[in-house]
């Protein structure tokens, strides 16, 4: 639910780790256009800040979805994953 997703947001860790590809949480949905391995990356806030700090980085919505760099389809690893 919305605490496990916030409790997540807090401690730093992707919301990858919660939602894997089942769940999609609904949260700050980003994408990296230095990452673009698609044109429909999503990335979760903690892994913009951290994973893709000094990327060109562009703020889509608050909607539903899974984070591509958690999950590993970008082309630079996720930082966050193994946390």
Do not use: W
């Not at 939602?19 to 913009?48: K, L, Q």
């Amino acid at each position: 639910g919305s605490d496990a997703i916030e409790k997540a947001v807090s401690r730093g860790q992707c919301l990858y780790k919660i939602s894997s590809y089942t769940s999609y949480p609904m949260h700050d949905f980003y994408r990296c256009h230095t990452c673009n391995t698609t044109d429909r990356n999503a990335i979760c806030v903690n892994c913009i800040k951290k994973c893709h700090q000094g990327h060109d980085v562009e703020f889509i919505r608050h909607d539903r979805f899974f984070c591509d760099c958690g999950a590993g389809t970008l082309s630079n690893p996720c930082t966050l994953a193994g946390e």
